[in-house]
């Protein structure tokens, strides 16, 4: 069975941190480049960021350069977001998905292949 399943999600103050983890499982995860996608009802999926399948290729959404990181370990099949300065309106459905282009960060959600349930994450003012 193919899952990702995200953790790590909750309640932050405004200009808090947090970390997310994606744990995959049933899927070479060392072949695919990894993404970060956040969704708030009514909207459409937002790109966060993205790691390629080695972790040396990395790409994030104009709205998170600087305050955001994406990290992987393979052998662990984790990916990692961490997420410092946190804002009320990045409050989202945070998701982990999974595309086997592999070499590049694909930025448009119906690229991926793979994704998780999702996890909350909240933002107070």
């Known amino acids: 069975q193919v899952q990702l399943i995200e953790s790590g999600g909750g309640l932050v103050e405004a200009g808090g941190s947090l970390r997310l983890s994606c744990a995959a499982s049933g899927l070479p995860f060392a072949e695919y480049t990894m993404a970060w996608f956040r969704q708030t009802p009514g909207k459409e999926r937002e790109f966060v960021g993205g790691?390629?399948?080695?972790?040396?290729?990395?790409a994030y959404g104009g709205s998170v350069k600087g305050r955001f990181s994406i990290s992987r370990d393979n052998a662990k099949s984790t990916m990692y977001l961490q997420m410092n300065t946190l804002k009320p309106e990045e409050t989202a459905v945070y998701y982990c998905?999974?595309?086997?282009?592999?070499?590049?960060?694909?930025?448009?959600?119906?690229?991926?292949?793979?994704w998780g349930q999702g996890t909350q994450v909240t933002v107070s003012s």
């Open positions: 998905a999974a595309d086997d282009s592999r070499y590049v960060v694909n930025q448009v959600a119906r690229m991926y292949d793979l």
């Open positions: 790691i390629t399948y080695s972790g040396r290729g990395t």
